[in-house]
């Protein structure tokens, strides 16, 4: 398979998964290493493939007609108030795409999370605390914005709402 096969291939694979795929589990699939899927990855996304890598691997995200996108602004400290609330936005039928910060001296930092159930907040959880990793929103004091894909209005008002009861929404 030359080069621009296995690119389209790559496509294919993660247009048809519902999931995201670990570069290591693309390497193994072609029989090449992960370096020649992360150079695929990045010409793929130069040439506008809108291919996202998040801490479970590499993901197409498909466009969801009646999901709504929003934003909410929180602060909190502990490893058990981030858990706690990105347990609230899944259990209320939240996909958590992203955490973003405002840094005083680098602008807008964003890293992808892209977590939808428990068993990706759990290994999302036990990966930071495992790598003694610090949030991002240590950089900010706690403050940070996350982006939610909500199936409806009433869903992010219940989000919306417990949050405000737990003390970690930042209320505009």
Same mark, same amino acid.
């Given at each position: 398979?030359?080069? =621009?096969?296995?690119?389209? =291939?790559?496509?294919?694979?993660?247009?048809?998964?519902?999931?995201?795929?670990?570069?290591?589990?693309?390497? #193994?699939?072609?029989?090449?290493?992960?370096?020649?899927?992360?150079?695929?990855?990045?010409?793929?996304?130069?040439?506008?493939? =809108?291919?996202?890598?998040?801490?479970?691997?590499?993901?197409?995200?498909?466009?969801?007609?009646?999901?709504?996108?929003? /934003?909410?602004?929180?602060?909190?400290?502990?490893? %058990?108030?981030?858990?706690?609330?990105?347990?609230?936005?899944?259990?209320?039928?939240?996909?958590?795409?992203?955490?973003?910060?405002?840094?005083?001296?680098?602008?807008?930092?964003?890293?992808?999370?892209?977590? #939808?159930?428990?068993?990706?907040?759990?290994?999302?959880?036990?990966?930071?605390?495992?790598?003694?990793?610090?949030?991002?929103? #240590?950089?900010?004091?706690?403050?940070?914005?996350? /982006?939610? %894909?909500?199936?409806? %209005? %009433?869903?992010?008002?219940?989000? #919306?709402?417990?949050?405000?009861?737990?003390?970690?929404?930042?209320? =505009?």
């Amino acid at each position: 398979m030359n080069a =621009e096969d296995r690119r389209n =291939e790559i496509i294919n694979i993660l247009e048809e998964k519902n999931k995201p795929i670990k570069g290591t589990e693309l390497a #193994s699939y072609f029989n090449i290493s992960r370096q020649v899927i992360v150079q695929d990855i990045a010409l793929l996304r130069a040439l506008g493939t =809108e291919i996202m890598a998040t801490p479970q691997g590499y993901v197409i995200f498909k466009k969801n007609g009646d999901r709504i996108i929003k /934003t909410v602004i929180a602060k909190h400290h502990t490893y %058990e108030e981030m858990r706690d609330e990105l347990q609230i936005m899944i259990d209320y039928g939240a996909k958590i795409l992203d955490v973003i910060v405002e840094h005083p001296i680098y602008g807008e930092i964003r890293s992808i999370l892209d977590i #939808s159930y428990r068993k990706e907040l759990e290994d999302f959880m036990s990966k930071i605390q495992s790598e003694k990793a610090e949030p991002l929103a #240590s950089l900010t004091d706690g403050v940070h914005f996350h /982006t939610l %894909e909500v199936p409806n %209005e %009433e869903s992010f008002s219940k989000i #919306s709402k417990a949050l405000i009861e737990k003390g970690y929404l930042i209320e =505009e």
